[in-house]
């Protein structure tokens, strides 16, 4: 038996997850103690049964190695008897997903800070999944949390570092480590999802596409599949090295950070389809020729024709999406026959209704869809159920786009981020919003009357957890909508973000500009919020 090291800790303040794991500054985690405070108190609360098995990757980013290595030890003396670790410490979010299903691991340790920047002045996280491939539920977060405030010791091994970057088994005490092909696994599984003969036969006959991979984690993945599976030109996937600080820029996916795939596809002789992965390769962009198509109408447009896949067809039980995306998708589900579900933000919201087989397929504003043959969002998956659309209904994204809002109706939407506000101003701005919410219903603002106002909360269906404080709600007259919510992945100071939706019927104007649409909810979002007031704010950073 190796002998087990117990190394005398005290608490780190706030390692508290957030949306989607514990997220701060490098230079946070390189305190020593830190990273393992976090992951012994993961190791302390979590089921892990019978010799376990631990799946172990990140998006590549600064600081990866390091607490790869770290985690290896800590798992051999914390009695795993399996860790699975990417090749290169790489796993993007959803071949995680895949690989904790595919291997019944007990769950696994992403190492991400998704779309936030990466560098030694930038950003780490580390977030835990379940035994499902999904984040770990609220019950499992917050007992980790509870944990780290009272941690007194974590536990190693006296182990060499294991070389990454070699496929093959070795011994780390008495635990087995497998270094495996983070990619193989993830591209068979697609292979089996959709009908790549018919994306291999557009493609054959002239359909064109750019894949920014934006120097994050999927660069690889999307090589193999797009380049390698389905004979798109080479060259088709750009920025597809995965660098440790993305090479300086924003790996998100929108329309500031991947403003060069945007201007392409605005411009002429521009390809069929631009998109575009971020840090963890779980969110995805999607642009046609001259069409920028917003994550919320990408799940209404994707859910509407998944019919398409051969691994859905006859299959669709119910259309998930988190409550500030907008309700585009409700309306796909109305027209189809299933349910509609809003869950809080965050994907861990959708694990349980995907369990229960409640929900096929769901989606985030910010650029996340997904299904349930992972349990995270999935960039590539959506990048390529796109193209299966197009090729199989032979369409051009603009044309699909407006054959749906003729059907429809049209779903106008923009977030606004306020980012690195003070705290004190954006709880301020949240407590007065609670505030005044009860008054709210009748009151006018210019042309749009409130409905209703209410602070969102979440009753989960299937283990009736609850889930409340998801943000603020206002709901006018119409169908549109202001929401308001302050996020939970900044690293620094508060974000606050405001969610502007205007639903335009069939018989109206479906091809306008959407920040002329969004005017009276803007107006609207400050009349009720004081933004201005609160955070000294004029305007937003960021408008995707
Ligand atoms: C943001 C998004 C949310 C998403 C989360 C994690 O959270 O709004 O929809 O699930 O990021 O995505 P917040 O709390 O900052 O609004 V990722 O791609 O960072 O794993
Ligand atoms: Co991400």
């Not at 198509?293 to 299959?315: F, H, Q, V, W």
């Not at 409550?323 to 809080?344: C, I, K, N, Q, Y």
């Not at 197009?390 to 699909?400: E, G, K, N, T």
Request: contains cysteine.
């Amino acid at each position: 038996m190796t002998e087990i090291l117990s190394m005398p800790t005290t608490p780190f303040d706030g390692q508290k997850p957030g949306t989607s794991g514990l997220r701060k500054k490098v230079k946070v985690f390189q305190q020593p103690g830190y990273a393992e405070n976090f992951i012994q108190s993961v190791f302390d609360v979590v089921e892990k049964g019978e010799a376990a098995t631990l799946v172990l990757g990140g998006d590549g980013r600064f600081h990866n190695r390091t607490v790869i290595q770290q985690a290896i030890r800590m798992a051999a003396a914390n009695g795993y008897a399996r860790v699975l670790v990417g090749q290169g410490g790489i796993l993007s979010t959803p071949a995680a997903s895949h690989v904790i299903r595919k291997y019944k691991a007990s769950g696994g340790l992403v190492l991400s800070a998704s779309h936030n920047p990466g560098g030694p002045d930038e950003d780490f996280g580390i977030k835990y999944n379940i035994a499902n491939g999904g984040p770990a539920p609220e019950g499992v977060t917050g007992a980790i949390h509870a944990r780290t405030q009272e941690i007194d010791r974590w536990l190693t091994i006296a182990a060499q570092d294991v070389d990454l970057d070699t496929v093959g088994i070795v011994e780390v005490g008495d635990m087995n480590v497998q270094i495996i092909d983070p990619v193989a696994d993830y591209a068979d599984l697609m292979e089996e999802l959709f009908d790549f003969a018919a994306i291999r036969k557009v493609v054959a006959s002239g359909f064109t596409m750019r894949f920014d991979a934006m120097s994050a984690v999927t660069g690889p993945y999307a090589k193999e599949i797009l380049e390698g599976r389905l004979g798109f030109a080479q060259g088709t996937v750009v920025n597809g090295t995965p660098l440790e600080d993305f090479g300086g820029h924003h790996p998100d996916p929108n329309l500031i950070h991947a403003k060069e795939l945007y201007d392409l596809m605005m411009g002429e002789g521009a390809p069929d389809l631009g998109a575009a992965s971020d840090g963890d390769g779980d969110r995805n962009l999607i642009i046609g020729r001259g069409r920028f198509i917003t994550p919320s109408d990408s799940l209404a447009m994707l859910a509407a024709n998944i019919e398409c896949a051969p691994a859905y067809k006859g299959r669709l039980t119910g259309i998930a999406r988190s409550m500030p995306t907008s309700a585009a998708a409700d309306r796909v589900a109305e027209a189809l026959g299933v349910p509609a579900f809003e869950t809080p933000t965050g994907w861990k919201f959708f694990g349980n209704l995907l369990d229960a087989g409640m929900a096929t397929i769901c989606g985030e504003e910010s650029a996340g869809t997904g299904s349930d043959h992972v349990r995270e969002k999935d960039g590539l998956w959506a990048v390529l159920l796109w193209l299966n659309i197009l090729a199989v209904r032979d369409i051009s994204v603009d044309d699909l786009a407006k054959a749906h809002w003729a059907r429809f109706g049209r779903n106008y939407y923009a977030r606004h981020d306020y980012e690195g506000i003070e705290k004190e101003g954006a709880d301020a701005l949240m407590a007065a919003l609670m505030d005044e919410l009860e008054a709210l219903p009748g009151q006018e603002f210019g042309d749009l009357v409130v409905e209703e106002a209410d602070s969102f909360s979440y009753t989960d269906p299937v283990d009736g957890s609850v889930s409340a404080n998801q943000g603020i709600r206002i709901l006018f007259v119409g169908g549109s909508r202001v929401v308001f919510r302050l996020s939970g992945t900044g690293t620094a100071g508060a974000t606050l973000r405001v969610y502007l939706e205007n639903y335009v019927p069939p018989s109206g104007d479906l091809d306008a500009e959407t920040g002329e649409m969004l005017k009276g909810q803007i107006a609207a979002a400050e009349a009720v919020a004081g933004i201005a007031r609160f955070t000294g704010r004029t305007a937003p950073d960021v408008i995707t």
